[in-house]
């Protein structure tokens, strides 16, 4: 394998195309690991998304193991297992397999009409009992007979393997030492294709499979990785040297963008449209993405031409549909003339969703499951971008990459000769192939709050970062917006070690300002798509004896706890107006909006006010379906910026005790003689949000342990 290498031994070759990361340092620690080592290869081969998508392509290595029952050795196979991602892979994404089993169920394989009922028989070829369940790829594995192998999905190979010419192209570039295998849906049969092809022509150093991707291998994990990057790189090279001699890419420009300030603008008020309309079956979370290369395409004259044949590459539909919605909208648009906006997307949204009827009507079988949602995941709109829409926001981010990888694939392919995509039934074979399905229906159900976007101000730290953590872990996506930067980012930052960079946006928000509110939500709009939850956490508080009140005082008690309630809640009601999808505006207030204390003059009565207007806006919102809830706490202190300054002082004065002494003191005046800490609080707010209370509105939820002088009645 190694005098195939154009790279010099101890070192890499220069790479234009793809990144070259393998660390001989990091690698030599794994000596005597080939399972370790494959899993590190996997890793860098899985940060490139050049070289392949997330959650696609699968990596192998075949080895000698001790068999527990005959304890002799015997060949083993480790691949990545169905689902999982080669950037992340771990030691349990992988399936160990008895190599000589696999093999061994060539002599039962029935043909190409049965061989999904080989996937069932790969189970009886597990030597590790924990393995992930074997892929549908792994025989593609099993029948070459290379101690490494990667199967990737890289834009400049499929850009080759897409195209009209891809054989000849394929033959030419590489001199026959890659060999080439016509489309073919992947499992069993595909496997003996490709040993096939091994067998004909013994000394090739990969195999081309037609619209969709590349197999490369090795002696060694290195020589693998080095195999492949090579061969990646000198498709990558073809095509931008081909693409440089075309005057025009995708026939040149018809729309010119407009100024990315513009453009995040115009995003941020179409998307809650976009959003709405695409969840009328299900609850969807947005994704927009402008950038350079989706510019290029959706302002190109052969947008429609090409949007409307769809994707090549198998992995690339299944995340983005068989083909994106391409808007018909004028950017000059007023958006926010609702009526106006959704008569013109309204037509094209019944389009669309006849167009995918139409598509599955004319190509299921007598064994199809169920059509899906007939709604895009994909939608283009010239001049501003891309929207993705799907059931999270990571498979809605992943739905991005991938349209943006068939981006690139179409491009290389017009620049190299033209571009072909699937045979619509070949696409709809994949898209509603019975062991996806079967996938489909193993997959977890999905939590209360999955495809919920909440915005929570305050919620750096106490009350409101409780409920951000609630409602993560209940499936919501979050807009943590709070006035202090140094908090923000450190909630930022453990945010994303605990819950991953989908689950959370952030934002630096001064509820007081009308402009920083905007710029919030529009925030939330671009990230998510848009909001159904609002919860108004932000506060402060002042403790003063009547005459020791300022004006001061005064004014920003009532701007931060009744103005900033009343600015998030109209802005957010614009967007989920926008929406159609109804929502929920809950307002954390106090029990001091109830009872009236010593020294207590600004905070109390911004207090009752916030509960006031949490009354007029439930019945002025109500036939909109966005309902609107209060949660009162009391005394909760842990976490909490107000607890920390002068308010715990003034409250420990006019109780007569010591500031130590208030948690204490506080539990022992409830009923409950409790403490509140910040995730009771969360946990209420989660009850009115988690869809039991879906037809109450206007209500009040006291969270202090029993305080009897709080009772509304």
Known sequence: MSTLFSGVEGGPKSFGHVSYLWDETKAKAFAGDEVALLIYRSNLLGSDLRITNFGGGNTSCKLMARDPLTTRDTPVMWVKGSGGDLGTLKKNGLAALYLDRLLNLKKIYRGLRHEDEMVELFNYCLFDLGSKAPSIDTPLHAFLPFRHIDHLHPDAAIAIAASKDGESITKELFDGKIGWVQW??????????LEKCLNEKPGIRGIILGSHGLFTWGDTSYESYLNTLEVIEKCAEFVEQETGKRKKVFGGIENEAIPKSERMKKSAALAPYLRGFCSSKTKMVGHFSDDDRVLEFINSKDLRRLASMGTSCPDHFLRTKICPMVLDLDLGI??????????????????YRQLYVDYYNDCKREDSP?????????????????????KDKQTARVAAEFYLNAINVMRGSEAISSYTALPRQEAFDIEYWLLEEAKLQRMPKPK???????????????????????????????????NDQQRLDEAKAEFKSNFGQDAFSSQILDVTKSATVERCLEQACVDFGGVDIVVNSAGLSISKPLEEHTEQDWDILYDVLVKGQFLITKESVGIMRKQQLGGD???????????SGPNNAGYGSAKAAQLHLSRLNAAELGKDKIRVNTVNPDAVIADSKIWSGAWAEGRARAYGIEVKDLPAYYAKRTLLNEVILPRDVADACFVFVSGLLDKSTGNMLNVDGGVAMAFPR
Request: proline fraction near 5%.
């Open 184 to 193: 073919q849906r992947p499992g069993f049969d595909l496997g003996l294709k």
């Open 334 to 351: 007023n958006l926010e003339d609702a009526q106006s906006v959704r008569d013109i997307l309204l037509p094209q949204f019944e389009a």
């Open 448 to 482: 209360s709050l999955t495809g919920r976007v909440a915005l929570i101000t305050g919620s750096a730290g106490g009350i409101g970062k409780a409920v951000a953590k609630k409602f993560i872990e209940e499936g919501a996506c979050v807009m943590i917006a709070d």
């Open 370 to 390: 169920p059509m899906r949602d007939a709604n895009p995941v994909v939608l283009l709109w010239p001049g501003i971008g891309m929207f993705t829409f799907a």
């Open 585 to 595: 505006v809950l307002n954390i207030v106090s029990k001091n909006s109830l009872v």
